[in-house]
């Protein structure tokens, strides 16, 4: 079992910055692929970002490369969503989850956190 607290979300003007934090329970995160997930208002949930085991790889949605970066701190549990130049259309309940392949597919993923709201303002 895992258990993964988001924090770190606000509101922010478009072209700002905001780093997300998801901290893990538990001495096996480091067996867990981790993933970022979001979802605006009306909208399926849909893939942000992800990283492996070792942090060593990342992989993230068209829509954020260049912007976003994933990385992790397996010594903290932690795992965090650098966002720079946000944009109105990231406005979203971001989510962090923990699973076992380093996919952009939701049911790929077992523990989900609760969510945190990022409102960007035009």
């Known amino acids: 079992q895992v258990q993964l607290v988001e924090s770190g979300g606000g509101l922010v003007q478009a072209g700002g910055s905001l780093r997300l934090s998801c901290a893990a329970s538990?001495?096996?995160?480091?067996?867990?692929?981790m993933g970022w997930f979001r979802q605006a208002p009306g909208k399926e949930r849909e893939f942000v970002a992800t990283?492996?085991?070792?942090?060593?790889?990342?992989y993230y949605a068209d829509s954020v490369k260049g912007r976003f970066t994933i990385s992790r701190d397996n010594a903290k549990n932690t795992v965090y969503l650098q966002m720079n130049s946000l944009k109105p259309e990231d406005t979203a309940v971001y989510y962090c989850a923990a699973g076992l392949s380093p996919t952009n597919v939701i049911g790929s993923y077992d523990y989900w956190g609760q969510g945190t709201q990022v409102t960007v303002s035009s």
């Open positions: 990283i492996s085991r070792s942090g060593g790889s990342t």
């Open positions: 538990g001495r096996t995160f480091r067996t867990y692929v």
